[in-house]
């Protein structure tokens, strides 16, 4: 079974940076498309970004371009998510999805 952990979370001022991990163990990632979801309180979970299988075709939301960069290294069974110029309005829960499989989830906190 797919098993999907993120890290890279946590406080950053407006402006700032963090940079998202997604590691993946039971199977190998090149077998995945890959998607960063988030989901703050009170608001309805949203897709971020999403990564194809080749890293030929990539995606963002429409308010993340420009600001967000997703990447895949298939020999790292990694996929991350660059995040710049973070907003308040950043701030959420970050799951590294697949279909069915996600992982647990990383605190983004974006605030003064």
């Known amino acids: 079974q797919l098993q999907l952990a993120e890290s890279g979370g946590g406080l950053v001022q407006p402006g700032g940076s963090l940079r998202l991990s997604c590691v993946a163990s039971?199977?190998?990632?090149?077998?995945?498309?890959i998607t960063w979801t988030r989901q703050a309180p009170g608001k309805e979970r949203e897709g971020v970004s999403c990564?194809?299988?080749?890293?030929?075709?990539?995606d963002y939301l429409d308010s993340e371009k420009g600001r967000f960069t997703i990447v895949r290294d298939n020999s790292k069974n990694t996929v991350y998510l660059q995040m710049n110029s973070l907003k308040p309005e950043d701030t959420a829960v970050y799951y590294c999805?697949?279909?069915?499989?996600w992982g647990q989830g990383t605190q983004v906190t974006v605030s003064s």
């Open positions: 999805t697949s279909g069915a499989y």
């Open positions: 039971g199977y190998s990632l090149d077998r995945y498309a």
């Open positions: 990564i194809s299988i080749t890293h030929k075709a990539t």
